[in-house]
């Protein structure tokens, strides 16, 4: 790799967010919490989701989280969090799918910033396949965590 | 750059492995610091195998014809050479596995199904250590699991020594085996392989030494160790001795051998087969399932005779060179520190580190940009890391190959890496 | 020499292979036919080792740098290959092993364990057949003899089928596992894999099917058969494949897989680790402990690819055509008996005979000072042989590589030995 | 292998022996009875040896045998008991090392015909790694059977 797909995968925007990450730390309430792990590096992120509104129609009311790793896995995070605060959760998958396609691209998907709007800043992750991990763990995590809780709900 | 101990000729000796001439994206050229992940490969092992599958491929033993007579010798060949270069007893005692997790895993596994004297239940103490790697924890915790037994640890010292201190309460005569790595593959420390041993053999309990790093730098030769101190089973890997990947060693004193029940069963570790009962060949056909690894045997046979023209003792003084020196640039690096021992003679040529303020992760990737290879995270060795209070760190690894040069691009590019973060200011 | 069936321009395929151009003592051209015991490699898949070797080598998975990338990539690309090549219904459900020996074992030895719908014991059956190969034996009688099932058996008929007679006594509600081998390597037989595995599925038990001689000869796709004609485990070996040595292949359906216990502990196959306990990694890698063969899993690829740009159709139509006219030409010689079906449209290509009054080892002998390599002993098929009463077999297994003009050569060697032990006049 | 490479491995002698096996059958008494197989090719042989004499100093007063294998085995069998029967054990055991040292000298040892007799006509077979087994299979049996013998002699 070169200084500039370096640079392509270090935007200033995620070592902002790295340096300083949004909605980080544990709160409540919540209706669950997961942990997972990354098993090639270590990466950890332990992940609580608190949700509000009728069953099969719930918003994303808080995410918090606690975690370890990469500029990579922390921006990340810390950007997924803006981006599902708030949302319907139906809204929010949408965009963990779009943020997915962007990252399973291998640097050939164009960013749609209306969409991720920071999460733009991810498409230079793309190309690196290791660190594509990095960029998901968080995103995996609150899929994991938001599926719990409605079906839970469901029942 | 004339430092004391480097292997004389070394550009020459580059010379023998191609992917050396490499060059990588923005035409940087190749610094391979990942060797103790796996070690690049010389022509010769390369060449040995090409002539192995284009002028002398068969299978072994089953085959009776001049192709197969040809494979057969070769593969055999090749265990006369590993035994010649651990110096093992009998080259009978040499068993080919696929890596050294294998090897190590056989170990567990047929205990797990062992009779008699070596059998394992409620009350008896398997005993590793804390800087293990994942390839020999998770086996005995699966036995230990399976038997009832209990796993006990050695834990480290804050300069990353074994903390020998409770060695009386760990050995004692519930302890049926000691298992523990000769060189560690994240703290780089050189275990007192013998002195543990002599302990473990007065109460009776197995030893099994994973020389997975060992094997790479160390001169062995375990004939010429008293028998008090000489472990009972070894394990190594032939992709860190300048060997292919699916080839791996477990050698083991034919008394265990001998006594420990089948491993895998099939073709070639049979006497015979009847649908009532199977008997089994002596060793080391006996774990030998299969059509093995022929011609990856017979690169690794190739690397070992590499290794030795080299003369073991000489590749152990450039590691120690390089680690030397390594340590030193390394020093210089603000914020940086090194886990493990900080004196070259008594380590191997792992060194592991953090940065503060920057992650593993993002240090490897920058180095990367420079063409600086180095491993980051945590090194299959969780428990050490956990030790440490660490999630992960970044991991250079020299080899025979390994020049001065190379580590000072490597300290030039943590220089920059500081930088890029913005850490200079620090 | 013209016969349907036969590969268009097999000439120039030869070209492919290195090792058809040998000459033999005596300056004898190579005349191999031995490939049920291993086949030959082509050149591109030599080329495709030696350039991973020379310009790729890293470890996997664990290495974030760009040859680690690139190995990681052309590891995992060689998985992708793989599972097309037999229609895997998902990429995660191939496992790599070293063989299918230690592929059958992965799946006897976890069963051991398993805990739960898996587990066996006591009045639990398992279905083996006598015409398999020792490794798909021997796992299973460890197995049953380790957990107190039973071990039962399909017996054969007079011309080398499956006896099906008595399936309704062997698969019955106590069947736990069914297990046979798609194609013989002695009898030659192509099994009825589907009917079986329905007949075995009615009753819940897990179907594991041995493909070694199968997945060299015959197109698979397992994502086009019913599921219930689906085997829930299928292992298949790399070097029966034009592929190299120490790599073999274990499909499992993801169900089953996710349900096993793991095998061998170590690097890769875990999630966490931490001194208390280890929690596991998902398929494929919670099957795969250590570095796996890379070298080989990659060359494995490139095998699969060559198969696969030939037309498995193709390699079939071929071997047919070969089997039916090495078929003639057998039944020419005097005193010569085949061992299993006559009719090359339901048989895969090793031919296994006898001649009255010459003992194999010395057919063997004697064909190999005309250059012509086969096997001589009990190609790892005792019970099969005893089940003939017969001690051992002469075996000739033709692959995509073989000319008629080869059978003939086979075919005058053979006269050469009646008469090289004088039974001209007999 | 060449044409000549195979008349020296099936000697005229050789061929003899494995068409008119000499004291082939199995035959009482005996003190000790011992199976082996070759497991690469299935070879087997059973074998009964009766020893007369004083402990230390027996006599190899027969040997039979049943066997099922190549000319080689056969042939190998046949020779043997020649050479071994009405012999002091002591002397048919240096008569075995002879045999062994010419097997294993890889076509390069002399064989000499006043110790080996018949067994000269092995001397081809040495050439041929995979087929030396064979030709040790019944001096192996032999050496195990009388070896039992001898130990139950001393006890
Ligand atoms: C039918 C069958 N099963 C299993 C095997 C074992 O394959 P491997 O020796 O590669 O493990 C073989 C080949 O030897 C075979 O022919
Ligand atoms: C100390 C140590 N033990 C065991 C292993 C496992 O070797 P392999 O992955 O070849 O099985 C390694 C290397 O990864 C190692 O460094």
């Known amino acids: 790799m070169t200084a500039q797909d370096l640079d392509a995968l270090y935007q200033e925007i995620i070592l902002d967010h790295y340096k300083n990450p949004h909605h980080k730390g544990l709160r409540e309430p919540h209706e669950a919490e997961v942990h997972h792990v990354n098993p090639t590096c270590g990466d950890e992120i332990t992940l609580r989701v608190h949700l509000t509104g009728e069953p099969g129609a719930e918003t994303v009311a808080d995410v918090s989280y606690d975690s370890l790793g990469c500029s990579i896995s922390q921006a990340s995070a810390s950007v997924m969090t803006d981006l599902v605060i708030g949302r319907p959760v139906a809204e929010a998958l949408e965009v963990h799918e779009t943020f997915l396609t962007l990252m399973q691209g291998k640097g050939q998907v164009e960013p749609d910033?209306?969409?991720?709007?920071?999460?733009?800043?991810?498409?230079?992750?793309a190309k690196f396949p290791a660190r594509v991990k990095c960029a998901l763990l968080s995103?995996?995590?609150w899929k994991d965590a938001t599926a719990r809780v409605m079906e839970e709900n469901s029942k | 750059m004339s430092i004391a101990g480097l292997l004389p000729q070394l550009e020459v000796v580059r010379k023998d492995f191609?992917?050396?001439?490499?060059?990588?994206?923005?035409?940087?050229?190749?610094?391979?610091l990942d060797s103790a992940n796996t070690s690049q490969k010389p022509q010769c092992v390369i060449d040995t195998m090409v002539d192995h599958l284009e002028r002398h491929n068969a299978n072994v033993a089953r085959a009776m014809h001049q192709l197969g007579a040809e494979s057969s010798e070769a593969f055999e060949a090749a265990r006369d050479k590993v035994a010649s270069f651990i110096g093992a007893p009998?080259?009978?005692?040499?068993?080919?596995?696929?890596?050294?997790?294998?090897?190590?895993?056989l170990v567990a596994n047929t205990l797990a199904w062992a009779r008699g004297d070596l059998a394992l239940g409620e009350g008896d103490v398997v005993v590793t250590t804390e800087m293990e790697h994942h390839s020999n924890i998770v086996p005995w915790q699966l036995l230990t699991q399976r038997t009832g037994a209990t796993l006990r640890w050695f834990g480290?010292?804050?300069d990353g020594h074994l903390d020998l201190s409770d060695i009386d309460e760990l050995i004692t005569e519930r302890t049926k085996l000691v298992t523990l790595t000769w060189v560690s593959n994240m703290l780089g420390t050189i275990n007192p392989v013998a002195a543990i041993t002599r302990r473990a053999h007065e109460v009776g309990a197995l030893v099994v030494v994973d020389a997975s790093q060992a094997a790479p730098q160390l001169p062995i030769d375990l004939a010429a160790m008293p028998v008090e101190e000489r472990p009972d089973l070894l394990a190594f890997t032939g992709h860190k001795v300048v060997g292919p990947t699916g080839i791996g060693v477990l050698w083991g004193s034919r008394a265990v051998l001998d006594e420990l029940p089948p491993f895998l069963g099939g073709g070639e570790m049979i006497a015979t087969v009847a649908m009532e009962r199977s008997t089994y060949a002596g060793i080391p056909h006996k774990f030998e399932a299969g059509t093995p690894p022929i011609v990856e045997?017979?690169?690794?046979g190739a690397a070992v005779d590499y290794l030795s023209d080299l003369g073991m003792q000489h590749v152990h003084a450039h590691e120690q060179a390089i680690t030397a020196y390594a340590l030193e640039g390394l020093a210089t690096v603000p914020g940086l520190t090194v886990l493990g021992p900080l004196d070259a003679a008594q380590r191997g040529g792992a060194i592991s580190f953090e940065i503060e303020g920057v992650h593993p992760h993002d240090v490897a990737q920058v180095l990367d940009s420079r063409g600086v290879a180095v491993r980051a995270g945590h090194h299959c060795a969780k428990p050490a890391h956990a030790r440490f209070g660490v999630q992960s760190s970044t991991r250079m690894s020299s080899y025979l190959y390994t020049t001065p040069g190379e580590i000072d691009a490597l300290v030039?590019?943590?220089?920059?890496t500081r930088s890029y973060f913005r850490l200079g200011d620090s």
Do not use: C, H, Q
Request: aromatic share 8%; glycine share 8%; no cysteine.
């Open chain 1, 113 to 125: 910033e209306d969409v991720l709007e920071d999460g733009i800043a991810f498409a230079g992750v």
């Open chain 1, 139 to 141: 995103w995996m995590a």
């Open chain 2, 18 to 32: 191609p992917i050396l001439e490499r060059t990588l994206a923005g035409g940087m050229p190749l610094v391979y």
């Open chain 2, 90 to 105: 009998s080259r009978d005692e040499v068993i080919f596995t696929k890596n050294a997790s294998e090897a190590l895993n």
């Open chain 2, 156 to 158: 480290l010292t804050e």
């Open chain 2, 297 to 300: 045997a017979v690169g690794l």
């Open chain 2, 412 to 416: 030039e590019a943590l220089e920059y």
